[in-house]
Every structure is written in structure tokens, then in C-alpha cells.
């Protein structure tokens, strides 16, 4: 697979070793058919690799939910370790009641935690464009800003919880505030690089 290359746009290729110089038509067809062939076991190749990473990935989750269900069931207390089983049930029985039985929906809260994560997503994603677009196009904008973007991006975004908090008080602005932060360092910083 090593030897393996693209075809050009003409579909055939040309062996710039041969001593012949241009190669005759019966050759030409068999080294195009050649290329195809290997194309073919290179893609069947890439096909068995993932269907083989998914496979293991699939049976690691399985060995864990069977080794959790395992020490559930030698402890036998429900509070402290749950089965894998009563887990599945709480959450389907929980998905359309209310919990607490005053509260609502599990998937409620789910449509609110997807609201918050997409504008999150969204305000980082379009501050990033802005912020690495002008720094793109202005050497004193990106000398002002890029060490800012630098010193924030390694922080996590959870330590910035307490500031929203005390900056912006108890809403929803300080718990979309890790997401805009997340967003907004990385997008800026590949864009200016995009856009160079």
C-alpha cells in the first residue's frame, strides 16, 4: 500500500521509471487496473479498521455495564450502587414524569441544558470569527488580542463559573458563560489561522 497514489484527473497514470518512455495501451490499462484494485483493497482496508474499533469500543461498554451490574448485585444496596437495570428503568420512568413529583420532565431539562449549550456554541462561534477575522487583517489587533486568547484558552471553563456568577448574578447568563468562553478562544484563534 505503500506505492498507493491517486489517480490524476485523466484517470491514467504514467510511470516516469519506465525506460520505454510512454507505456503501450495494454500496459496503461493494466497498471490503471492495477490502481483500482489497490484503491479497492486500501478502502476495504479502512472499512475493516473501523468496523473493528467499533466493535472494541462496543464491547469495552459492554464488559463495564456487565461488571457494573456484577458489583450491584454483590453489594445489594440500591442507594449507594444502583444496577445497570434500575438505572434504565428510573431514567425511562423519569423521561415524561416530573422529578421531584412537583418539578418537570427530565426531558425538560434536557430542551433547557440544549438551549443553553447551542447559544453558548453560537456566541463563541460567531465572537471567535469576529475577534480572528480582525485579527487576521490587523497586526496591531492580533498583537493586542492574541495574548489574551493565549492565556485563556488552557483555562477551564468551569473555573469561570464563581466570576459569571458574582459578575452577571444568578440567571442565564452566567450558565451559558462556560460555553461562550469555550467557544469563543479556540474558534478565534483557528480562524485567524484560516484566514492568513
Known amino acids: 500500500m505503500a506505492g498507493w497514489h491517486s489517480l490524476p484527473p485523466g484517470g491514467t497514470i504514467v510511470d516516469a521509471a519506465d525506460d520505454t518512455g510512454s507505456p503501450g495501451p495494454a500496459a496503461s490499462g ?17 472499512r475493516r479498521a473501523r468496523a473493528r474499533r467499533f466493535a472494541i469500543g462496543a464491547a469495552g461498554l459492554v464488559v463495564l455495564a456487565a461488571g457494573w451490574q456484577v458489583a450491584a448485585t454483590i453489594l445489594g444496596d440500591a442507594v449507594f450502587l444502583p444496577s445497570v437495570t434500575e438505572t434504565i428503568h428510573q431514567l425511562l420512568h423519569y423521561l415524561g414524569r416530573p422529578y421531584p413529583a412537583q418539578g418537570k420532565p427530565l ?57 459569571f456568577i458574582v459578575w452577571f448574578g444568578i440567571g442565564e447568563l452566567p450558565k451559558g458563560g462556560p460555553d461562550h468562553h469555550r467557544g469563543y478562544p479556540h474558534h478565534g484563534g483557528h480562524h485567524r489561522r484560516g484566514t492568513r
Not at 493494466?30 to 479502512?46: G, S, T, V
Not at 431539562?109 to 480582525?134: E, H, N, P, Q, W
Open 30 to 46: 493494466q497498471d490503471e487496473l492495477d490502481e483500482r484494485a489497490d484503491l479497492a483493497a486500501h478502502r476495504r482496508a479502512k
Open 107 to 163: 426531558w425538560y431539562d434536557l430542551a433547557i441544558s440544549l438551549k443553553r449549550i447551542l447559544i453558548g456554541f453560537l456566541v463563541g462561534v460567531g465572537a471567535g470569527v469576529v475577534l480572528g477575522s480582525a485579527m487576521s487583517a490587523n497586526r496591531v489587533i492580533r498583537h493586542l488580542i492574541d495574548p489574551v486568547i493565549e492565556v485563556l484558552r488552557p483555562l477551564p471553563a468551569l473555573a469561570f463559573i464563581p466570576l
